[in-house]
């Protein structure tokens, strides 16, 4: 069974103090968890964490049957001149598929994302939260053992991030597991289990305290 298992993580940079410590994960394929906390919480660290990119500090990641790790950052990077098609379609070209089965099935992907509209628009030409979602669907279309999304609504104003938290659960599939980081509310709603850093700082709780 395909899972990420974090076993009493913790984690510090030289100059950060702990940022989070005592933090057990169990991640399997079919949900999409989100990954809150304030700004410099941690957030984009344990995903690095959870790729195997970074090591933690204290504790460890088990990662069962991943080969395969996909990336969604908050800016979305396209090829200019292509269109928003192309970019989902040479994805699924890229693991073998034929061209007009993969061109299809990319059709139906970007349906879903609400993209129909735009297939055949240059990426240059997309609004910020139509490229957005045009790097999920191209996720999706990857179908990576492991898909980490980071800050997917950052650099989008309120109505257009609303697009993109529309669409989240659908980057949920049976094969992948997929983490999303945000401290977006809207993005968390959006997703169908969290995971507060908030509740791992060792001086959050010692502040509880007090
Ligand atoms: N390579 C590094 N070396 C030193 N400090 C780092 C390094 N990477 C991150 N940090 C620090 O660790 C803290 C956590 O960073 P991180 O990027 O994981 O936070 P975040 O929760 O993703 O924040 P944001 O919501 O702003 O994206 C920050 O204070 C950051 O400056
Ligand atoms: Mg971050």
Redesign the pocket.
Known sequence: MRAVLGHDLGHS????GE?FTGLDLEIVPGEVVALV?P???????LLSIIAGWEQPRAGRVERRGIVTTGWVFQNPHGVARRTALDHVVLALLAQGGRRRLSEERARRIMASFNLESVAQRPFRALSGGEAQRLMLARAVALAPDLLLVD?PTAQLDMHTAATVNEVLAKIAQDNSIVVV?T?DPHTRDACSRVIDLASYQATGVEGALA
Do not use: I
């Open positions: 940079f030289p100059g950060t940022l906390g700004s410099g919480s941690g957030k984009s660290t800050e980081a401290h």
